[in-house]
């Protein structure tokens, strides 16, 4: 399977100017090239790359290879939109949203990802070192840091692109590396049972508990600086808004990291399943009143489920999606279905059997005999790929980051 290691590069100041030129050159080019293929409704490859290919090498000064990596770029992008539009991530056509979407060419950022192969790139793992084409020619003995276990990593399983890119003013190199996967489990001796939620982030049908209170005061307390800031409009104001803008979604991010690792090892030690719930499309389904609208945009519950899936099938764990439909109102014990059991966000008590317990355990506990049961009919694991790398433009990449090393134990 493919992962991504991501390293941060720590280029000298003549370094990152070459950088910076090369990745603003690339993505006007594929912005260039974007506009030709919106207009000509061309988004075929190697069409586009006879219509654009001589120009961009030209008019941007770049080499072959990056030439290349350009035109395909905007063809990647073109089928990430088109998949998206399809399955409905961008709303329904005619909305204001999907208009936006259709009506106009891509624009690529000029901090976005370029691709590089190893023409173009090459590593010198053990001196940690990288040499790099640029627009100024090949920069060599760029430094970058990286932990003993990405090293590993980047060592013995580094194949294929490497994508470069600027956040923040740091430079980083994301590269794909070709993970051998377990043997998947096709026996589970069971399944455990998940379920997601914001109040508490994951809870399992074995009673355990991940709670997300710390998380929810610091989302809070974020939202609540934002405010500020952005009332005081002051340039140091904007200054602080610029450096805590990715904050939140970085520990959020690490927090669904270490939930996933704790998740899949458990079921792996176990011999077990992870049976999840399908909520594709609960931010369309549900209507919210507006206090709540901030706290539910921001429950990163797709991104823990695509951490779940991954890091199952690294370990060959079997992943099954259930429907979610009245798990949080159905009696784990006697299987007694009545809105009124719920009757507080933490507690369920059933009407018919008298049953009693924490309200996200019974609903995993319903969640994990569904995966059982549709397992027993001959469901299939769910547990897809990892989505395609998405290459940098109007807000579309990044893929997944094996960032496993960081994550050491659950974060309770």
């Known amino acids: 399977m493919k992962l991504t290691v991501q390293v941060r590069l720590l280029p000298t100041p003549i370094q990152a100017v070459a950088l910076e030129a090369t990745l603003h050159a690339c993505n006007e080019a594929a912005t260039w090239a974007s506009e030709v293929a919106f207009e000509k409704d061309v988004k075929n490859n190697f069409v586009l790359r006879r219509l654009t290919y001589e120009a961009v090498k030209a008019r941007w000064n770049l080499g072959a290879q990056a030439a290349q990596h350009v035109v395909k770029k905007t063809c990647d992008a073109y089928a990430t939109l088109k998949a998206n539009l399809k399955a409905g991530n961008l709303g329904k056509p005619g909305s204001n949203r999907y208009r936006r979407a259709t009506e106009r060419p891509i624009a690529f950022r000029a901090q976005g990802a370029q691709p590089y192969d190893d023409r173009m790139l090459s590593w010198q793992i053990t001196e940690r070192r990288v040499s790099i084409w640029t627009t100024a020619g090949r920069v060599k003995n760029v430094a970058f840091t990286a932990s003993p276990e990405q090293l590993a990593t ?33 026996d589970p001796v069971d399944f455990l049972g998940l379920d997601l939620g914001i109040v508490n982030i994951a809870t ?104 779940i899936a991954y890091k199952a099938r690294k370990a060959g764990v079997a992943v099954v999606h259930v429907d979610p439909a009245y798990t949080s109102r159905t009696c784990a014990e006697c299987g007694h279905i009545d809105r009124a059991n719920r009757v507080s966000q933490a507690w369920f008590a059933c009407r018919n059997c008298g049953f009693v ?16 049961e549709l397992w027993r009919r001959g469901a299939p694991s769910t547990a897809p790929a990892p989505p395609p790398r998405k290459r940098g433009g109007a807000g579309r990449n990044r893929s997944i980051t094996a960032s496993d090393a960081r994550c050491a134990s659950p974060a309770f």
């Open 154 to 186: 980047l060592t013995q399983y580094r194949k294929g692109e490497s994508d470069l890119l600027e956040r923040d003013g740091m430079w980083f190199l994301n590269a794909t590396c070709e993970i051998p996967e377990a043997e998947p489990n096709t």
């Open 204 to 307: 399992t049908s074995d009673g355990e508990i991940m709670a997300g209170r710390e998380l929810n005061r610091i989302r809070a307390r974020e939202r609540g600086l934002r405010t500020k800031l952005q009332r005081k409009n002051t340039p140091s104001a904007k200054r602080r808004l610029k450096k805590r803008r990715r904050k939140e979604a970085r520990r959020a991010r690490d927090i669904n990291h270490k939930i996933a690792k704790h998740v899949v090892a458990e079921a792996e030690r176990t011999g077990r399943g992870i049976a999840l719930e399908d909520l594709t499309g609960i931010r369309e389904r549900v209507r919210l009143r507006k206090p709540q609208r901030a706290t539910h945009s921001s429950w990163s519950f797709a991104q823990l489920g695509q951490f």
């Open 357 to 372: 317990d924490h309200a996200d355990r019974n609903g995993s506990r319903n969640i994990r005999a569904r995966a059982w």
